[in-house]
């Protein structure tokens, strides 16, 4: 078990291991749009990879600074075999089976299922930029979406706080079962960052020891 160091301010600090770009400023958006309950201070690290996650998550979780430690990813293309790896390594590193369920926030086939939620109902098929890019270009007017750091940035001015309502109930209308395509679990945790009731931290790190 890890010993977490004491909490130092009033809130409840979350830090969350972010794949890339696209998940950390996705976050980040609406962190500053303050969509969550103030009593939370959300953390984000970059993994820059998601070959990166469970170290990074490891280095997080063993530090011991923050109350939780959660995971923002992809699932990309069957047979997921990278987003399977993180699974697999960090049930090991706590072990616990299914212990990656706990702090697993994923869209499949991508992070881009969740976004586009904020303007539409349409699921995506495939993790491909290429593929995804007339859909992006649809709604929100950024043309060829390669996911450029300029390009992200701009899709993400787009993301406001009437539009993260639509995106909200959209999403819980997805599939929570990571192996569908089309899915994503982010519904659950968009409750607990709002909820005024922080438990639920609790509740994951004891199913974690």
């Not at 990278?82 to 702090?103: C, L, M, S, T, W």
């Amino acid at each position: 078990m890890i010993n977490k160091l004491p909490r130092l301010s009033n809130k409840h600090k979350i830090c969350i291991i972010c794949e890339g770009n696209e998940e950390y400023e996705y976050l980040n958006r609406l962190k500053d749009l303050k969509t969550w309950n103030k009593q939370y201070e959300i953390l984000l690290v970059n993994a820059c990879g998601n070959g990166n996650i469970p170290a990074r998550y490891q280095d997080r979780y063993q530090n011991g600074s923050d109350e939780v430690v959660l995971v923002f990813c992809d699932t990309e293309k069957k047979p997921y075999e990278q987003y399977e790896d993180i699974k697999r390594k960090i049930n090991e590193f706590h072990g616990v089976p299914n212990a990656a369920d706990k702090v697993i926030m994923f869209g499949n086939p991508c992070t881009m299922q969740i976004i586009i939620k904020h303007w539409t109902d349409e699921n995506l098929k495939s993790p491909a930029k290429l593929v995804n890019a007339p859909l992006i270009k649809k709604y929100t007017g950024v043309d060829n979406y390669k996911g450029r750091a300029d390009q992200i940035k701009e899709v993400m001015q787009l993301v406001t706080v009437d539009n993260y309502k639509d995106m909200s109930q959209r999403v819980s209308d997805l599939e929570s079962d990571d192996s569908v395509t089309g899915s994503s679990n982010f519904k659950k945790f968009i409750k607990l960052f709002e909820s005024d009731d922080s438990r639920w931290i609790d509740e994951i790190n004891d199913s974690l020891d």
